[in-house]
């Protein structure tokens, strides 16, 4: 009896596995069009300097749109995508769309202006990737150095010979190297001082706790001022409430990003903010 319950329990289980993999299945069979049939776009989210409130950048964040879904979480079909070769073309995809945005805010008068986009681990297995890479920044017209490309930690150490040498020759061409997410993974210092990183974003985990524990609020400024040692201007994500951006500030931290700011928005939105006048005026901090 107890056999028969269990088998039974056994065919639900695979059913249920069944359909979570058919569904799967679909959904990476639907990104595979994704680009060519316009399902995607980009929402940005501005990055602000904490000493005066001006708007440095901004991070590009992709965002699909599913016909019949509606809106996808990036959690929900990045994974998918970094499974293939599909995330090299999403993520060359976001940075010719934001460097095409960019182009436009720059003729707009907004010449100091940047933007950061995210580069997943798998782009550095194509060997072709600065090439690429310089040829979207040339077509667009727009200045390396107004570039800065986000790699998470992790995505180092998958290939960190190779992967540091490509950064080296990104970083040549006047592109900036941001690492992403600092704190959650290997974080050593050590290792960081080896990289051709300009910035360091430290993990909204820490931000989101600087106020409520010690532990947090020690690391966080601990990273600032270490970073600072390295050279590195340093990025606090996911700021949400004014005690945590006051903290950073106190601490020295360079910029900063998230809702208390902005959410991220569309590069529409970003036309009409920068026509507002809040980049030169900055915002009451
Ligand atoms: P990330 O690079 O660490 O980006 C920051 C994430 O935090 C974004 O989530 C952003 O919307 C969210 N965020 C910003 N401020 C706040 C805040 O105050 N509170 C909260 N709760 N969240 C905040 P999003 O857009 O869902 O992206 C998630 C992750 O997906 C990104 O984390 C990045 O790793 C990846 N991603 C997004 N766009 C791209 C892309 O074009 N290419 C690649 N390779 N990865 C991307
Ligand atoms: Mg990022
Ligand atoms: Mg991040
Ligand atoms: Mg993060």
Redo the contacts with the bound molecule.
Sequence with gaps: RAKAAGGTRYMIFDDVMHQQSMEILRLEADLRHAISRHELH??Y?PIIRLDNGAIQGF?????WQHPERGEV???DF?PL??ETEL?QQ??M???RSACADLRHWHEAGHTTLGIS????AR?FQNMRLVEQIQAIILEAGVPAKSIQL?I?ERAIMTDTERTISTLEQLSDLGIHIAI??FGTNYSSLAFLKRLPANSV?I??SF??DISTSIDAATLTSAIIAMGHVLGLKIIA????QSEQQEFLSNHGCDLA?????S??IRANQVTNLLASGWQSESVAL
Excluded: C, H, M, Y
């Excluded at 986009?117 to 997943?120: E, I, R, T």
């Excluded at 994500?237 to 949400?240: A, M, Y």
């Design positions: 980009i929402s989210q991070e590009a964040l992709v965002r979480k990036p959690r990045l995508a970094e995330i999403i993520d995809w976001v940075l986009v995210n580069l997943s782009n986000e998470t992403d997410d974003k993990d909204r931000v989101n994500e996911g700021v949400e990003q998230g809702n208390l700011f959410l991220p």
